[in-house]
């Protein structure tokens, strides 16, 4: 089992739509917590980070961590097709020097 | 964006080749990382480096080895190219293990 898991995908939706991408994970220890946006043929770039459990806002995005159950949330509002690209939840521990990430979500916004 | 290149952006090469790519970054960062991309993995850690000439495994470093003899250079070598070794390569940076990292353009290898 990895240690992040992240459904592929495909999801896709209309534009204005609220959307819902999340992941589980297995390891206890982690305590930081990523969204990386991801468009084809680029790099990932950062979206969200996030330490502890909550919610944490930027503009449309909400990143939401719950501890106790091991859920990571990333909430879009008002989708735009510009969001049309993968996204990768990452974590890490205290003590550990690399981050583990999920396998991504593919997402399209249709105009 | 953060400072990051990779060189070359992309290679096609045969079996059994070495090959090496190249990371440079411009903002003095102490933690490097190389990644590799494959669909259905997302993205695997190769090797990282904490500092000049400090390097460690990551979980798919096999066929690997890096180098970093200056801060601003991180080096990834495969000795022996093999055809499961064509991927997506990134290269990432961080000033601090818990820090977010920053990616680079990747670095696209075929190998026939």
């Known amino acids: 089992q990895k240690e992040v898991e992240q459904d592929p995908g495909p999801l896709s939706v209309p534009e204005g739509a609220i959307v819902s991408l999340n992941c589980t994970y297995s390891n206890s220890a982690f305590q930081y917590f990523m969204w990386y946006r991801q468009y084809s043929r680029k790099g990932p770039e950062l979206l969200m980070y996030t330490y502890s459990s909550g919610n944490k806002e930027d503009g449309r995005f909400t990143a939401q961590v719950d501890k106790s159950s091991k859920y990571i949330s990333l909430f879009i509002r008002d989708s735009q097709p510009s969001d049309s690209a993968t996204y990768l939840c990452a974590s890490v521990s205290g003590s550990a020097r690399q981050l583990t990430f999920g396998s991504g979500t593919q997402l399209t916004v249709l105009p | 964006d953060a400072g990051i290149t990779q060189s070359p952006r992309h290679k096609v090469t045969e079996t059994g080749t070495p090959v090496t790519l190249r990371c440079h970054q411009t903002e003095n960062h102490r933690y490097m990382y190389w990644y590799r991309q494959d669909p259905g993995h997302g993205l695997r850690l190769i090797h990282y480096s904490y500092g000049v000439k400090d390097t460690d495994k990551g979980e798919v470093s096999d066929g690997y080895s890096v180098s970093r003899s200056k801060t601003e250079d991180f080096l990834l070598t495969l000795e022996s190219a093999t055809s499961s070794q064509t991927s997506v390569y990134f290269c990432?940076?961080?000033?601090?293990?818990?820090?977010?990292?920053?990616f680079g353009p990747g670095t696209r290898l075929t190998v026939t």
């Open positions: 990432a940076i961080s000033a601090n293990q818990r820090d977010e990292q920053y």
